[in-house]
């Protein structure tokens, strides 16, 4: 079982940053591989980003060159850094943690760029 907790969330103006954090507890952090996914009101969830367990990234098209994900296994933490934020990057953002057989998903915490 392992309890993902995302954090960083809140309101920034266009082209602003954010770091978005998912602390994971329970199991052993290393051994999944790590997603942020994001949901905007009236739209389906869709994938942003996602880190293997040897840190290999790979990006939605809509986010490549803005944002970037990674992992420390040693604090048992994913990141999400957000640059150049735009209005249609607002959205819940959610962590995932999968692997194993095993798919687990954080709570979300809310992103929206406005001026």
């Known amino acids: 079982q392992v309890h993902l907790v995302e954090s960083g969330g809140g309101l920034v103006q266009p082209g602003g940053s954010l770091r978005l954090s998912c602390a994971a507890s329970?199991?052993?952090?290393?051994?999944?591989?790590m997603g942020w996914y994001r949901q905007a009101p009236g739209k389906q969830r869709e994938l942003v980003a996602t880190?293997?367990?040897?840190?290999?990234?790979n990006y939605a098209d809509s986010v490549k060159g803005r944002f970037t994900i990674s992992r420390d296994n040693a604090k048992n933490t994913a990141y999400l850094q957000m640059n150049t934020l735009k209005a249609e990057d607002t959205a819940v953002y959610y962590c995932?943690?999968?692997?194993?057989?095993?798919?687990?998903w954080g709570q979300g915490t809310q992103v929206t760029v406005s001026s």
């Open positions: 995932k943690a999968f692997g194993n057989g095993y798919t687990y």
């Open positions: 329970g199991s052993i952090f290393s051994r999944y591989a």
């Open positions: 880190i293997t367990r040897g840190g290999s990234s």
